[in-house]
């Protein structure tokens, strides 16, 4: 009966230590493929960043160049302008001082030229006043209207 019993004991904890050692196995090999297929998850993750970031690092790339030819473009602009508004003030202040030059030359005139300063202290004849205001309003710049026809 040893002999049976011990065949029995062996055949049974044989078959559950072979059960277990194939249970241990499949787990292993399902935690190992559990594992493996996680890590192809998270590579496969770390490709998609780093293609989404190549690309957004490209859009970046070339919104800074076409914000590099704009900034140039408006800076050859500024220079340009820059340089009309100088042409402007120094055409202005050479037009003041003509017109000043004009004022003082009419005002010396009123004081030695008693006939000009009669002619200058009357009025003008009737509707030319008149009609260089309209002229004016008009933004007309031409000569005046003869009115000797």
């Known amino acids: 009966m040893n002999v049976m ?3 029995v004991f062996k055949t049974v904890v044989g078959r559950w230590v072979t059960g277990i050692l194939a249970a241990l196995l499949l787990g292993g090999a399902a935690l190992k493929w559990h594992n493996f297929k996680e890590g192809l998850i998270h590579k496969g993750q ?4 780093q293609e989404i970031n190549k ?3 490209q859009q970046l790339q070339d919104a800074l160049a076409a914000e590099k030819v ?3 473009e408006l800076s ?6 820059a340089t009309e508004n100088q042409a402007s003030r120094d055409r202005r202040a050479e037009l ?7 004022q003082r030359a009419m005002a010396e005139q009123r004081k030695n030229d008693e ?4 002619w200058a202290d009357a009025p003008l004849p009737a509707g030319v006043g008149e009609r260089l205001r309209d002229q004016a309003a008009a933004g007309h ?3 005046i209207r003869d009115d000797r026809n």
């Open 5 to 7: 019993f011990s065949w």
């Open 46 to 49: 770390q490709v998609c960043v």
């Open 55 to 57: 690309e957004t690092v």
């Open 70 to 72: 704009a900034r140039a």
């Open 76 to 81: 050859a602009q500024l220079t340009a302008i």
């Open 96 to 102: 003041e001082k003509q017109l000043s030059a004009a």
């Open 115 to 118: 006939t000009y300063k009669a």
């Open 141 to 143: 710049s031409g000569a």
